[in-house]
């Protein structure tokens, strides 16, 4: 969690637990699938999963399920919020990214360049733009707010590009 007090733990099961302690303080999820990724939102009330092809969000203090959001054709490979107001979420999957709505599930935007698969994403520090990072060997900045791309960054060996929240300093 932003505060260190928690620790989502996730694969067949999604397990949340205090970190002072290990003690679980609720698990659940799909009974038949795998959570690939899970992300808290800023203020720690939200954690949202990539299960299937869809983003599941939850409350973080009852474990309920408060919102899908659905669109994506394949599996969902990762999901991040937005890093200042936790207003939107974004999700990667098979050649696209998404952009919704934290609050409702709407998608804002769908973003589309990738060749392969899109294994990362993150929103910069002004929640303004944000890179995705792909099996093609590129990681590719884009507008928020258009979905158009801003800049593209080629791996020299082509080699499949992660991310991690802290290597997003700025993408100005």
Do not use: E, M
Not at 16 to 29: F, I, M
Not at 61 to 88: E, F, M, P, W
Not at 109 to 131: C, E
Not at 137 to 160: E, I, K, M, N, S
């Amino acid at each position: 969690s932003p505060d260190g007090s928690l620790l989502a733990t996730y694969g067949s099961t999604l397990r949340l637990a205090s970190v002072a302690t290990g003690d679980a303080l609720w698990s659940g999820g799909p009974r038949d699938a795998v959570v690939r990724d899970a992300c808290f939102s800023p203020d720690g009330a939200r954690l949202a999963t990539a299960i299937r092809r869809h983003v599941a969000v939850w409350d973080v203090a009852t474990g309920h399920r408060r919102l899908i959001l659905n669109g994506h054709q394949r599996d969902v490979l990762s999901c991040a919020y937005s890093k200042v107001s936790g207003d939107k979420i974004l999700s990667t999957s098979t050649r696209t990214a998404r952009v919704w709505r934290a609050d409702t599930g709407l998608c804002l935007v769908a973003i589309v360049g990738h060749r392969a698969a899109v294994l990362d994403g993150a929103f910069s520090p002004d929640d303004k733009r944000l890179v995705t990072a792909s099996a093609d060997g590129t990681a590719r900045v884009w507008d928020v707010a258009t979905g158009l791309q801003l800049a593209v960054l080629r791996h020299p060996d082509d080699l499949p590009l992660r991310l991690r929240s802290s290597s997003v300093v700025s993408c100005d």
